[in-house]
């Protein structure tokens, strides 16, 4: 009965390899995020997908490709890792409209060495 | 653009005592929703409590409490009779209900230790 699941949780990889983190909700939600939470635990938003199509791209270099194959799903590839791209990266979903909370995925753990 | 300030980073609070967490933003935006999260040391998210700049009441939910303050623009949390597991980490944030794509501006965060 998970609502917004992750996989991997954990993720250890060397510079300059490409790597994915997969995403999947299951509240009927038509919205779905991106956050990257650095070493200081600073949230930011990546992306942001409503019913599949990109609607924020907030400045993340080109490398980070979401993908929504369907309004349940919305995957992060990574290209060409960086040792700046070591965070934690949250999946979140919500409905599209109102003060409605976010709901956040358990978190991705990237290292980059 | 938005903007979250959380000004105390770390605090200590007595085991069955209240505790007040700071929040100011600026925002030029009319209406907006103020959020306010834990993030136990486990890492998960956890969504605690909501506010909507034209609620005329403030929020409560069970042991947390908003104190919205427009005028001031802050939106402080209240946790009443602390326990041993509100320890986290607590980020205020903000979202501009005009604005694409449901963006959440964040706090920076104040770290949370209760004792016993």
């Known amino acids: 009965d998970t609502a917004v699941s992750q996989t991997p949780k954990y993720l250890v990889t060397q510079m300059g390899n490409d790597k994915s983190i997969k995403c999947e909700q299951n509240l009927g939600h038509d919205t779905m995020y991106w956050y990257k939470q650095d070493s200081k635990k600073f949230l930011k938003i990546m992306f942001s997908y409503n019913n599949k199509e990109l609607i924020i791209n907030e400045t993340v270099p080109n490398r980070f490709s979401p993908k929504s194959p369907d309004k349940a799903h919305l995957n992060l590839h990574i290209n060409s890792l960086e040792l700046g791209d070591s965070a934690v990266y949250f999946c979140?979903?919500?409905?599209?409209?109102?003060?409605?909370?976010?709901?956040f995925g358990p978190g991705t753990r990237l290292t980059v060495l | 653009a938005q903007k979250i300030t959380q000004t105390q980073p770390g605090m200590f609070v007595q085991e069955k005592e209240a505790v007040t967490l700071d929040c100011t933003y600026d925002t030029s935006d009319p209406s907006y929703g103020l959020f306010w999260y834990k993030q136990p040391s486990s890492g998960e998210m956890i969504f605690l409590i909501y506010?909507?700049?034209?609620?005329?009441q403030n929020a409560t939910e069970g042991r947390y409490s908003l104190n919205f303050q427009k005028a001031r623009k802050s939106a402080n949390l209240v946790i009443s009779a602390s326990q041993l597991g509100d320890s986290a980490m607590y980020f205020c944030?903000?979202?501009?209900?005009?604005?694409?794509?449901?963006?959440?501006?964040f706090g920076g965060g104040t770290r949370v230790l209760v004792k016993p």
């Open positions: 506010q909507g700049s034209y609620d005329q």
């Open positions: 944030a903000m979202r501009p209900f005009k604005a694409a794509g449901n963006k959440l501006t």
């Open positions: 979140a979903s919500s409905f599209p409209t109102g003060g409605v909370e976010q709901f």
